[in-house]
Nanobody
Framework: QVQLVESGGGLVQAGGSLRLSCTAS????????MGWYRQAPGKQRELVAV???????DYADSVKGRFTISRDNAKNTVYLQMNSLKPEDTAVYYCNVNVPLFDYWGQGTQVTVSS
């Protein structure tokens, strides 16, 4: 049974930091990439950051320079360090794990940034 366990969300003031983590278990296929998406109320889900097996990364323009994604391949865990948070970062953040021909999703963790 595949499980993606997310943690680290919460309420923080603008300018503050949070660190999200997501650990995947039960996945038998080779993981190509792990990443984070977010969805704010009334908006579509969008990519925040992704890290591939080779370590290469991509970020949404809105988070470049503030967020850092990292990965522990041995533990199947992905992290998202979020600094200088802004109210517009408020959203539900979802962990994503990509394997050949399929994507797994976490249940989401709420991040709320107060002004």
């Amino acid at each position: 049974q595949v499980q993606l366990v997310e943690s680290g969300g919460g309420l923080v003031q603008a300018g503050g930091s949070l660190r999200l983590s997501c650990t995947a278990s039960g996945i038998i296929f080779r993981i190509n990439a792990m990443g984070w998406y977010r969805q704010a109320p009334g908006k579509q889900r969008e990519l925040v950051a992704v890290i591939r097996r080779d370590g290469s990364t991509d970020y949404a323009d809105s988070v470049k320079g503030r967020f850092t994604i990292s990965r522990d391949n041995a533990k199947n865990t992905v992290y998202l360090q979020m600094n200088s948070l802004k109210p517009e970062d408020t959203a539900v953040y979802y962990c994503n794990v990509n394997v050949p021909l399929f994507d797994y999703w976490g249940q989401g963790t709420q991040v709320t940034v107060s002004s």
